[in-house]
């Protein structure tokens, strides 16, 4: 925003009640020292002693000292001047970068969308195109294999090998539409889904011991916060498996009262909430006992990022704790009601 067309903000000024305080204040020690100089006969006793000073113009230090106090004065409202115009301009600044702040928050949200309906078109299409021809190949090269078994030794292996090959590839790319489109979540629901998600990690990881505790109801959330909450654990899951991969997980998802869960709720903002739908908070701790990171080293890694980019787009806080040999942990709380506002397109 230019300078010219800053606001004046109320909170740039100082409160009226400091200026006339300070006046006041003024008038009275100007008050109380013009009764002293009255009682003692200042000017006098100055008049007789700088006239014994004439041959150094010590009579004329009077006059001077007035210049200097006028001077200063004048000097001390130009810096005031200056100091009201660099907090105008600080003002500015401030609301041009909570602006570009909002700005930002959005085209996460948008980002976030589009990836999600993306992932879900390639799920679509993997599962309806490419898992029909696996189908396809697999029964054909049984029916083969069927047919070869007493007649031709290698067509009968051949035929083996294209059953076992479709049905691995069948597997693979049936993982792959589970991680982009999460089994069940929007037939069963939020908790069904991380409970899924927790057990093919289980599978994966025999060395780490899961415990998942779900507290509170998952519904009526919207597809937004649904997939965040989904994507936190995933993420958090796949990094236990990069860097705690025989540690003790333990997940907790709780959807409680704002106020039950840390004791802040301020009233305003209770007001809102409770118009937008309630003043739940939900909240996403994951915390292992593996080899944890010295969180003030530089990291590479997108993942840790995007999940506080994901949370935050969604007015929550994500907080991350590690230590080296300490573990690791993430918390991310988000108010129950993000993203109900703006319906999210699915197709
Ligand atoms: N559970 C964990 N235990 C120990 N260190 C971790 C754990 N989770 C994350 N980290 C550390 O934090 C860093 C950043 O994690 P992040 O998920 O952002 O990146 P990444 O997993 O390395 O890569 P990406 O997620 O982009 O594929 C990791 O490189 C790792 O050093
Ligand atoms: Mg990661």
Known sequence: MPRENAPRSASSRPPSSTVWRDLACVV?????????CVSFDVSELAYRWTR???????DELPATLLMLALGLAWFAWRRWRELQRELVRRHALEKEAERLLDDNRRLVVQANDAQERERRHLARELHDELGQYLNAISLDG???RD????RDAETHRLALNVVSSATHVYRQIGTMIR???PTGLDELGLATAIEHCV????ER????????AIEGDFGGLSDRLNITLYRLVQEGLTNVSKFARASRVEIYLVRAPRDAVDGRDEPEMREETRDAGGVDEIVVTMADDGPGVDLAAPRAGLGLIGMRERVEALGGEFRIASEPGNGFMFCARVPAHAGLAEPVAVN
Request: aromatic letters at 8%.
């Open 28 to 36: 009275v020690v100007t008050a109380i020292v013009a009764a002293l």
């Open 142 to 144: 049984a029916r083969i």
């Open 205 to 212: 990881l025999p060395d780490a011991t899961f415990s998942l």
């Open 199 to 202: 057990d093919g990690w289980r």
């Open 179 to 181: 991680r982009l489109r």
């Open 52 to 58: 014994r000073a004439e041959r150094f113009q010590l």
């Open 147 to 150: 047919l070869s078994a007493q």
